[in-house]
Each structure stands twice: as C-alpha cells, then as structure tokens.
C-alpha cells in the first residue's frame, strides 16, 4: 500500500524559511517522479515543483522559482521542498504525490498524500 506522510509545515513570518519532508512508501522510491503541489483557500490545487526519477531533472513553478527548491533522497524515500523568502501569498495546504511516469514529469500523479498545512503571516 502506497503512503505519502508530509511533514515540516507550520507558522512563519513573511521572510522566512521552512523545509517540507515527504516520506514515501510501498514504492520503488527510485523510479518514481516527486511532485509538490498546493491549494489556496478558495483556489484551485497548482504545481508548485517536481523532482523526476530519471536524471532528478527539476521543474519549478514560476511563482516560486528561486526562492523553492526540490531534492531527493533516495535511500531515506524522502522528497524534500526547501521554501525560502516564505510570503503570505505562500500559504497554503501543500501536498505531495508520486509516479511511476516514463516521462520526466506527468500530466497526472497516481498517489497523493494528505498535505500539511503551511501559514506565511505578513
């Protein structure tokens, strides 16, 4: 059985920095594409980053582009997003998900977690 447990969010003042953990497992880790989206009160779900199994190549959305970043740990079956110069627009439930996609970045993920809360305050 597939699980994806997020972790590392939190309150933060505009300026700051916070590192989201995402911990897979029941997959072969290695092979699958990492992605981290987020949803906004009232806003539709948006891709934030995604790290793919092949080559760890990254794509980052541009709104946060320089100030996020994605890695993985392939012997922990971890993804990580490291935010940084954090604003208010940033808040958001932030969720993670996975898949095996032969491509470098799916159009859609097959497993999702249940997302951890991140609050920027101005």
């Known amino acids: 059985q597939v699980q994806l447990v997020e972790s590392g969010g939190g309150l933060v003042q505009a300026g700051g920095s916070l590192r989201l953990s995402c911990a897979a497992s029941?997959?072969?880790?290695?092979?699958?594409?990492m992605g981290w989206f987020r949803q906004a009160p009232g806003k539709e779900r948006e891709f934030v980053a995604a790290i793919s199994w092949i080559a760890s190549r990254t794509s980052t959305a541009d709104s946060v582009k320089g100030r996020f970043t994605i890695s993985r740990d392939n012997a922990k079956n971890t993804v990580f997003l490291q935010m940084i110069s954090l604003k208010p627009e940033d808040t958001a439930v932030y969720y993670c998900?996975?898949?095996?996609?032969?491509?470098?970045?799916?159009?859609?993920?097959?497993?999702w977690g249940q997302g951890t809360q991140v609050t920027v305050s101005s």
């Open positions: 998900a996975a898949d095996p996609s032969n491509n470098y970045f799916p159009k859609t993920y097959s497993y």
């Open positions: 029941g997959v072969t880790f290695s092979r699958y594409t």
